[in-house]
């Protein structure tokens, strides 16, 4: 499986440089941008390496989760037509309210897997 994956990533990353080198050729790039974006990028992975084993499994895929979450509802907002995206970044913020206000002062939130025990910090 390894070896797939590795094969595969190559194959992606050839296939990217080579759109790449097609793109630069019909668009100008603001080069100290991309040299930001590149050196925060690489910071980002180092510091990203680092904190890996130190944050626990499900953390991250959750973080992940939210993640991929917040930037599809930012997509969405972004291509709808304007009444449409504000109805959608209106009801998001909301729901996301909702969901941190249950989480954070409600102990037996269904948000949670288990209910919170009263003594605990989250429980007030």
């Known amino acids: 499986m390894p070896v797939a994956v590795g094969t595969s990533l190559v194959v992606i ?26 050196a925060t990028a690489i910071l980002g992975s180092v510091l990203g390496a680092r904190l890996a ?6 953390a991250l895929r959750k973080g992940f989760g939210l993640f991929v979450l917040v930037m599809g509802v930012f997509v969405l907002v972004q291509e709808l037509p304007a009444p449409a995206g504000m109805i959608l970044a209106i009801t998001a913020a909301a729901l996301a309210a909702a969901g941190a206000v249950c989480w954070f002062t409600t102990p037996r939130c269904p948000l949670r897997k288990t ?8 429980a007030r």
């Open 13 to 38: 990353a050839l296939k990217s440089f080579a759109g790449l080198g097609g793109y630069l050729t019909t668009v100008s790039l603001d080069w100290g941008m991309v040299a930001a974006v590149t």
């Open 53 to 58: 084993g130190r944050i626990p499994e499900t």
């Open 115 to 122: 209910p919170v025990p009263a003594g605990s910090a989250h």
